[in-house]
Nanobody, 125 residues
Framework: QVQLVESGGGLVQAGGSLRLSCAAS????????VGWFRQAPGKEREFVAA????????DYADSVKGRFTISRDNAKNTVFLQMNNLKPEDTAVYHC??????????????????WGQGTQVTVSS
């Protein structure tokens, strides 16, 4: 089992930055692909970014490409989401999710086996 805990959310003005962290415990997730998803009130959960277990491959939603960067530090069992030039439409609860060992990353939530509780990101205009 892997337990995921997100942190780093908060309130920021448009144009600002936040860095989200997803820390894993229970077992190493160095062989798990990890994705970030977000869900705004009244909307479906949507894909934001993902990184392969090696960290060599990444994927981004078009809406965040060029503004967000996903990375991982397997030695620290942590995945990061650096969010720059934030916009009000980025306001949502952000969740990280991990696959089983050597799983492939995906834009589909069903591919992921483990989920964190989420961290709130609010961007004011």
């Amino acid at each position: 089992q892997v337990q995921l805990v997100e942190s780093g959310g908060g309130l920021v003005q448009a144009g600002g930055s936040l860095r989200l962290s997803c820390a894993a415990s229970g077992r190493s997730f160095s062989t798990s692909a990890v994705g970030w998803f977000r869900q705004a009130p009244g909307k479906e959960r949507e894909f934001v970014a993902a990184v392969s277990w090696s960290g060599k491959n990444t994927d981004y939603a078009d809406s965040v490409k060029g503004r967000f960067t996903i990375s991982r530090d397997n030695a620290k069992n942590t995945v990061f989401l650096q969010m720059n030039n934030l916009k009000p439409e980025d306001t949502a609860v952000y969740h990280c999710a991990a696959t089983g060992s050597f799983g492939s990353y995906s834009r589909l939530p069903n591919y992921y086996d483990y989920w964190g509780q989420g961290t709130q990101v609010t961007v004011s205009s």
